[in-house]
């Protein structure tokens, strides 16, 4: 069985391109080049080959879900599989319509992969922290806040600089800057001391566990001399039971919030416009389905901003799921909607790819 390229063959045969070897990654010389999507090196009678031959540059406004394919077309290989992209449907709607007949709008997944043979269509996603749609913007208002605060405090400092834990707030600007003044005051008092400074308003804990809220600190950049440590919240509580059956893990409250955006996608009737979700359009079709779940806390890239336009909202904190819970998750999602989703894989926040679903 092959996978179905299509138009990328159809180009290959127009730009006049002789096969020479199969292979995804290569060499450049005179007269050669590896095209990734073709998984074979065309020889041309010119030094270059059209770069729309390459699916990789349609994840260029995309830079985590590029991020997310490639280590999972990495994991998929370390497990001695053969696997390339073939193209990324979502931005390809022509392409797609006289590959597979479709009407624009159907097949709107994110990432085509050739896996062994056969053709996978794969979506990408991050799963929120619930409740956590305003802590970015809490964030940022430390951020861009507190140094300007500081700018005095850090010249006191013994080391040249401070550390302050912060722990983003949700009220009204007025409280936030309330709030900011007096982390000020604590930092000063900790660069007039050279000491570690406590919360005074802090329940009594003992000091030898406790984290100073400001403290001297030896900055790793001069430039950048007031450190922030931000004191996020935790709202995902997983309950971990050891049964005969093995250990079961209980998402509580938090599991209905966590499944909301994968629920989208596998749904028949989606909230927002009241659709069938994009892997289960692609099931529909028969295709085989898989899904990313990207927990990758830390990889958050700004997007972009069009001069004149106001400022987009900050997307929302992401969850850290662990692969446990994310195969909890997974099967329960899973088991609402059957016979959409035939695998699944998540992207943990160091990188690594664990398998959390594969439809029996």
């Known amino acids: 069985m092959e996978c179905n390229v299509g138009e990328r063959e159809k180009l290959a045969e127009r730009a006049d391109l002789w096969v020479l070897e199969v292979g995804d990654t290569g060499p450049f010389d005179a007269g050669s080049r590896v095209v990734p999507g073709l998984a074979s090196t065309f020889k041309t009678r010119r030094p270059t080959v059209p770069q729309n031959l390459d699916p990789w540059r349609l994840f260029a406004s995309s830079p985590q879900e590029q991020s997310g394919f490639r280590l999972l077309v990495a994991f998929l290989r370390a497990q001695g599989r053969q696997v390339t992209l073939q193209g990324k449907p979502d931005d390809e709607q022509k392409r797609y319509h006289q590959l597979l007949g479709v009407e624009a709008g159907v097949l709107t997944v994110d990432a085509h992969l050739c896996v062994d043979g056969a053709d996978w269509y794969v979506d990408h996603t991050t799963v929120p922290l619930p409740g956590s749609a305003w802590l970015p913007s809490a964030v940022r208002a430390a951020s861009d806040t507190l140094p300007r605060l500081l700018a005095r405090a850090v010249l006191l400092s013994p080391t040249g600089g401070l550390r302050i834990t912060v722990t983003p707030q949700q009220g009204t600007p007025k409280e936030r800057s309330r709030y900011f003044a007096r982390l000020a005051a604590l930092g000063e ?172």
């Open 189 to 360: 008092k900790a660069a007039r001391t050279g000491r570690p400074v406590f919360d005074p308003e802090a329940p009594e804990v003992d000091t030898a566990f406790a984290t100073p809220i400001a403290e001297p600190w030896h900055p790793a950049d001069p430039t950048e001399p007031v450190v922030l440590s931000f004191n996020l919240p935790q709202p995902i509580q997983v309950r971990h039971q050891l049964t005969p059956e093995g250990w079961v893990h209980d998402l509580g409250p938090s599991g209905d919030a966590l499944a909301h955006p994968i629920d989208e996608k596998l749904t028949t009737r989606k909230k927002k416009n009241g659709g069938p979700g994009q892997l289960r359009r692609a099931a529909e079709l028969g295709l085989t389905t898989g899904l990313v779940l990207d927990a990758r806390v830390g990889w958050q890239p700004p997007r972009l901003h069009v001069d004149g336009a106001p400022p987009r909202r900050p997307s929302p904190a992401i969850a850290p799921l662990q692969p446990e819970v994310a195969r909890t998750l997974m099967h329960e999602v899973a088991a609402r909607h059957p016979d959409v989703l035939t695998r699944a894989w998540l992207v943990a926040d160091d990188s690594s790819v664990h398998d959390v679903y594969n439809r029996p």
